[in-house]
């Protein structure tokens, strides 16, 4: 685990951040690549892409200040904090904006929105399978104790601190599972897109196998969820 790549002076560029960002380059790239087979504009993916980013940033740390809104409320200058401006904030904030900016954009664009999702999933999926993979380097999203020979010990202070991920002690690495599933799906659904199906179907089919994956990665190994820091 190495949380910060580059630390020098106030210069520090934190492995997460790196990995979340080619995260996004790469999902985007790929659906602007099947945007381009299917006669779409790829261009028109990379913009919305971009529209996405802004959304779900802004979105994650939207709905971090309303969860957290007593503790916010009583330390307002935590807002600028910089562990709150090092947060990603909460998840689903980012996914329900970023639905609702790609939804618009499509509108705007006049193109078709359940043929684009078919598009975007295999990227969707690609984007979560290197995301996972800076969590792992952040310490976030861990799972419960194990005992099993292939659990994975903290060790990093930094990321004790920053995230709270327990040290020395042997834990499920539910990064690496749904890093491994995402992964998969990637490779399923990329093949599907190129075989007979209904529009909309390779999305509905992503969503589906996603959620049986993540069910199946939380019943085993008690996935936590990203962690919001507060600084002390």
Known sequence: MHPKIIDIGPVTIHSYGLLLALAFIAGIWLTSRNARKAGIDPDSMWNMGLIIIFAALVGAKILLFLSDFSYYSQNPREIFSLSTLRSTGVYFGGLLLALAASAWYLKRAHLP??????????????????????????GCCFG???????????????????????????????????????????????????????????????IFLYSIARFVIELVSSFTGCYRPHSS
């Open 113 to 138: 929105a359940w043929k684009v999702s078919d598009l975007a999933a295999p990227g969707i999926a690609l984007g979560q399978a290197i995301g996972r993979l800076g969590c792992l380097s952040a």
């Open 144 to 206: 419960k104790p194990t005992q099993l020979p292939w659990g994975i010990t903290f060790t990093d202070r930094y990321a004790y601190d920053n995230i709270g991920v327990p040290l020395n002690i042997p834990l499920h690495p539910t990064q690496l599972y749904e890093a491994g599933a995402t992964f998969l799906l990637f490779l399923f659904l990329q093949w599907r897109l190129s075989r007979k199906h209904f529009t909309g179907q390779i999305i509905l089919e992503y």
